[in-house]
């Protein structure tokens, strides 16, 4: 059976391709899960994307990958830079978790700069577009061996 990665991801991403396109681009989170998906075939991983505005239900969501996902790929949108919660839930789970941002956060406003996940991840990929899941992916895919 092939092995699941969670894509998680944070507040506001809901609106991806449909707001702000000059900086985070016209794809849609749905656009996003299909590629992932198509890819990990490819790759032999299956993936399932999930995405929610609530930092204690992105905690739950790490707490599921527990049971049930080899690797998490997550962008935790602005909570990036402000949860100790989401660090904390992933230091609980096992396997390898990768960070994705969408636009390169180190150009934008200072407080954008830090992030507390980049603490536990084994990679951070940003400004690479929609395209750093599917970096992300492959990434995984070379990690789990
Ligand atoms: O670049 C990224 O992927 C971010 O994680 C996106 C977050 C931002 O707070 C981080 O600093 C960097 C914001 C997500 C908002 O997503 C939207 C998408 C389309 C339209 C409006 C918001």
Do not use: W
Request: net charge negative; with cysteine.
């Amino acid at each position: 059976m092939a092995r699941m990665i969670h894509i998680l991801n944070g507040p506001n991403l809901n609106l991806l391709g449909k707001r702000e396109p000059e900086i985070y681009g016209a794809e849609t989170l749905e656009d996003v899960a299909q590629g992932c998906a198509a890819l990990g075939k490819e790759l032999g991983l299956e993936t399932e994307l999930f995405q929610s505005n609530h930092e204690g239900e992105i905690v739950e969501m790490i707490h599921r990958a527990r049971e049930e996902a080899a690797g998490i790929i997550i962008n935790p949108a602005a909570y990036t830079h402000t949860s100790v919660a989401i660090l904390d839930a992933l230091n609980a789970y096992e396997g390898p978790v990768l960070e994705v941002h969408i636009s390169n956060v180190h150009k934008r406003e200072s407080f954008r700069h830090h992030s507390y996940v980049s603490q536990r991840a084994e990679g951070v990929i940003a400004g690479f577009g929609v395209q750093g899941y599917s970096l992300a992916l492959r990434r995984m895919a070379v990690l789990l061996g």
